[in-house]
């Protein structure tokens, strides 16, 4: 435990030394402040709550960019440290090798999780003094939005470490996480809306519909954040699709939760078993 602590303290302090950590943070905090008042101006007319439009709004800009934060971080965790010597100067102290998968991980979980709960949060405070007052739901759909923002950004910090862990070169790390990203967060939605479009929505059970979806994050992240809350679900047009609401919230935290664990056991598995 005192290994892994060691190396989460170093990530975490790498991260705050080079500038990231806080140039994420204000990304995400002028975006999302762009968003709370820009994006949610017109509701005042249309009798929409501003905290509402907020959570859609911002639902939209997590999914494409806190995934590039996380593989852009994670891509080259492990394989960088492999090409500059770097990783077997650290095998020579005691330490095994999952704690290393496992301190990076956690250290720049931390860091990922910070930038978004405070870039995030600076938003939800200025509606908070600025907007008129917001009912209880929309305020859990706010956190609700926070903490899978975070979920989801630590499930590709996952994907990118089990990127890392199986590559042999940085280029190729790189090329590889900036596919996954395309994939997972455009062209997987993009396939399913063709598949419909081309069978005019008969293609796809409803059942099987709502299951496939469960084969990416984003859109995991889409349904608890989108389908869950009333007023956000009006406004986002999720009120008209009941059937992708049956999935419980349950499942789909489950889902999200499995999409850390098993790239993150898939990565310690692989890393264990690889030669320097």
């Avoid at 496939?212 to 859109?219: A, E, F, K, R």
């Avoid at 992708?244 to 598995?269: E, H």
């Amino acid at each position: 435990m005192n290994a892994l602590c060691t190396i989460a303290g170093k990530e975490i302090r790498d991260g705050l030394r080079n500038r990231w950590a806080v140039t994420a943070t204000l990304v995400l905090a002028g975006l999302s402040l762009a968003l709370a008042f820009l994006g949610s101006a017109p509701t005042g007319h249309v009798g929409v709550p501003p905290l509402a439009v907020t959570v859609v709004s911002l639902a939209s800009l997590t999914v494409f960019l806190v995934p590039l934060i996380a593989l852009i971080l994670s891509y080259d965790a492990l394989i960088g440290e492999v090409e500059r010597g770097t990783m077997l100067l650290l095998l020579t102290y005691p330490v095994r090798r999952w704690q290393i998968v496992a301190g990076k991980f956690l250290g720049h979980g931390v860091l990922l999780g910070l930038a978004t709960i405070i870039g995030y949060g600076v938003a939800g405070l200025a509606i908070a003094l600025l907007s008129p007052p917001e009912t209880r739901d929309n305020w859990l759909a706010f956190v609700t939005l926070i903490a899978t923002s975070v979920a989801l950004g630590i499930a590709f910090l996952a994907l990118g470490y089990l990127v890392s862990s199986g590559v042999r070169e940085h280029a190729t790390a790189a090329g590889i996480a900036v596919g996954l990203w395309l994939f997972l967060v455009l062209l997987f939605d993009m396939g399913l809306l063709g598949v419909l479009a081309a069978t005019e929505g008969r293609g796809l059970a409803p059942a099987l519909f709502r299951w496939i979806l469960m084969l990416d994050p984003t859109d995991i992240f889409r349904l608890i954040n989108l389908a869950s809350f009333t007023d956000v679900r009006n406004y986002s047009g999720m009120a008209g699709l009941p059937a992708l609401a049956q999935i419980p919230i349950s499942t789909l935290v489950l889902g999200l939760l499995a999409w850390i664990g098993l790239p993150l056991s898939l990565t310690m598995a692989i890393f264990t078993r690889r030669p320097l």
